[in-house]
Nanobody, 127 residues
Framework: QVQVVESGGGVVQAGGSLTLSCTASGRTFNTYTMGWFRQAPGKEREFVAAKRNTGATVYADSVKGRFTISRDNAKNSVSLHMNGLKPEDAAVYYC?????????????????????WGQGTRVTVSS
């Protein structure tokens, strides 16, 4: 069982920046693929970004160029750096962990394929 914990949500003005952090338990964090998803009220959970154990990154088109996912394997952590926030970015953001055998690239965007989730952290963007 992998424990996932997010932090860093809050209220930010449109155009502002915010960084979310996440830690996942386990001695082999370096083998996990880590991802971020978000869910706005009345909407389905959607993919935001993922960073594979190889270092490869995948982003949703809606955040590409504005958000950056990074990881620190020594600290079992992954971060989501969000710049140029828009009102439509407001949501509860969830961190997810994917230990081996890791998801294939085409499955990363499907939240139903991820097994371990944090409790979520809320991001509010004021216009």
């Amino acid at each position: 069982q992998v424990q996932v914990v997010e932090s860093g949500g809050g209220v930010v003005q449109a155009g502002g920046s915010l960084t979310l952090s996440c830690t996942a338990s386990g001695r082999t964090f370096n083998t996990y693929t880590m991802g971020w998803f978000r869910q706005a009220p009345g909407k389905e959970r959607e993919f935001v970004a993922a960073k594979r154990n190889t270092g490869a990154t995948v982003y949703a088109d809606s955040v590409k160029g504005r958000f950056t996912i990074s990881r620190d394997n020594a600290k079992n952590s992954v971060s989501l750096h969000m710049n140029g926030l828009k009102p439509e970015d407001a949501a509860v953001y969830y961190c997810a962990a994917d230990p081996p055998p890791n998801l294939i690239l085409s499955s990363l965007r499907d939240p139903g394929r991820w097994d371990y989730w944090g409790q979520g952290t809320r991001v509010t963007v004021s216009s």
